[in-house]
């Protein structure tokens, strides 16, 4: 779907659900060359450092896009960043991208959480992550769920994403909310809002989970001071603007 397509229907389902999928975002044959681009940096990063690929709920590698010509390719993809802007209904910049994989029969699942009590914004911003699927991702291989309409709960504590029960603790009513798991095709793409709780099965499946995830927020939002990887290196000060070199405006 190309982001002039976007219908007031789609949009509206975001913003009441704060998730929504888009379909064929990017071509299956574009999937495929960022997938074997992904799969390169994976490969990198296991020879590496093998003992981190023991028992994690996924890998990342963040701010790719800084580091390989192709990642950064789907990063700023027009159709992807025009798709987020119109989703949002403001400007935007890119707070962080990643490479998120889970490693094939891999038992661990990613707890429910939200996104933007983790980033060094007001959690009252708009922020939202385009996550795209680089093969189909079925839920037998770890695909996402999200709690709908959870991203009006601006309360909620940091919950870790290997703290399976966090959740069931802070908000014991939230096991009761429409779940909805979005199994996706090569190229769809779901957007989350920062604040809706979501989680990841297990990868039972015999290959690699890939997704891109490209993480938008305001492009007005300012600093508020929370330990950040991308961040901390800056020595910024409260209640500035991150530079648009590390977080450029789309």
Known sequence: MKASELTNELIDVFQSDGVVRIPKVISESEAERFRHAAMRVLDQMQTEAPDNYVGKAFHQKVNIWCQDEIMRELTFHPNLTAMATRLA????????????????????????????????????????????????????????????????????????TSDQEGWKKEMPDLQWWPRL??????????????????????????????????????????????????????????????PDCICPPV
């Open 89 to 160: 209904g403001t400007k935007l910049r890119i707070w962080h991208d990643h490479i998120l994989a889970k490693m094939p029969e891999l038992s661990a699942p990613t707890a429910f959480h939200q996104d933007l009590v983790k980033w060094p914004y007001d959690r009252k911003s708009m922020a939202l992550s385009a996550w795209i699927a680089l093969q189909d991702t079925t839920v037998e291989m770890g695909c996402m769920s999200f709690l709908s309409g959870s991203h009006k709960l601006m309360d909620v504590r940091d919950i870790a």
């Open 181 to 242: 798991a979005i199994p996706l095709q090569v190229g769809d793409c779901t957007f989350h809002h920062g604040m809706t709780f979501h989680a990841a099965g297990s990868n039972l499946s015999e290959q690699w989970r890939v997704a891109h995830v490209v993480i938008f927020v305001d492009a007005s939002a300012t600093y508020n001071g929370k330990g950040h990887i991308v961040t901390d290196p800056l020595d910024l000060q409260v209640g500035t603007l991150p």
